[in-house]
């Protein structure tokens, strides 16, 4: 069975710096692209990172480059979200989230149970 | 990057009704088109791939057509445990953008 679970989330205060992990079980990891995907209280969903199953390509969310960085760890099948100088407005549930493709188009298929993040002073 | 717009925001039903929810791409996206559920206080659950494909397991009351700029989800037959939040992703490029969200509400 796929598990993705997230972890290291909690409250820190403007322009702090927190680390989100995302353990990955039930499939080969290093075969896996993989995303973090954030939901804002009472808003949609945006994407905010991706990374590549090698771990040499990553893109980045407009609102968020510069800031986070994407890495993972194949041998410990886990994905990292290290976030910097966070803002109030990066208050949010994180979800790690597995993308699949076929038919020449891509989708998340597995998601974490989410982690939430809270930027206040 | 790509904006995609889903109408309505909202929409109050009720169970037996068939309903469509609309979603619509800044640009030309072919059939990338993906379709999500979510509940509160749950992650999203994948339901449609490729504009019109149906995940394994999905119902088969949901459906999903189109490609190019225009898409919809359709349930056929509401049921209780289909009122939910809906958003649309396209995958054509990356950010993989989402639309806002249709909250859908028993009437």
């Known amino acids: ?7 290291g989330g ?6 702090g710096s927190l680390r989100l992990s995302c353990a990955a079980s039930g499939f080969t990891f290093s075969s896996y692209e993989m995303n973090w995907v954030r939901q804002a209280p009472g808003k949609g969903l945006e994407w905010v990172s991706y990374i590549g199953s090698g771990g040499t390509t990553m893109y ?7 800031r986070f960085t994407i890495s993972r760890d194949n041998a410990k099948n886990s994905l990292y979200l290290q976030m910097n100088s966070l803002r ?3 208050t949010a549930v994180y979800y790690c989230a597995r993308p699949n493709c076929t ?8 998601w974490g149970q989410g982690i939430l993040v809270t930027v206040s002073s | 990057d790509i904006q ?4 309505p925001s909202a929409l109050s039903a009720s169970v037996g009704d068939r309903v469509t929810i609309t979603c619509r791409a800044s640009q030309s996206i072919s059939s990338s088109l993906n379709w999500y559920q979510q509940k509160p206080g749950k992650a999203p659950k994948f339901l449609i791939y490729a504009a019109t494909s149906l995940q394994s397991g999905v119902p088969s009351r949901f459906s999903g057509s189109g490609s190019g700029t225009d898409f919809t989800l359709t349930i056929s037959s509401l049921q209780p445990e289909d009122f939910a939040t809906y958003y649309c992703q396209q995958s054509y ?6 639309g806002q969200g249709t909250k859908l509400e028993i009437k």
Do not use: H, I, R, W
């Not at chain 1, 069975?1 to 972890?7: F, G």
């Not at chain 1, 909690?10 to 322009?15: A, E």
């Not at chain 1, 969310?61 to 510069?66: I, L, N, R």
């Not at chain 1, 038919?103 to 597995?110: A, E, L, T």
């Open chain 1, 10 to 15: 909690g409250l820190v205060q403007p322009g």
């Open chain 1, 1 to 7: 069975e796929v598990q993705l679970v997230e972890s």
């Open chain 1, 60 to 66: 980045y969310a407009d609102s968020v480059k510069g």
């Open chain 1, 88 to 90: 109030v407005e990066d």
């Open chain 2, 93 to 98: 490029n990356t950010p993989y953008t989402f």
């Open chain 1, 103 to 110: 038919k020449g188009v891509c989708f998340f298929d597995y």
């Open chain 2, 4 to 7: 995609m717009t889903q109408s």
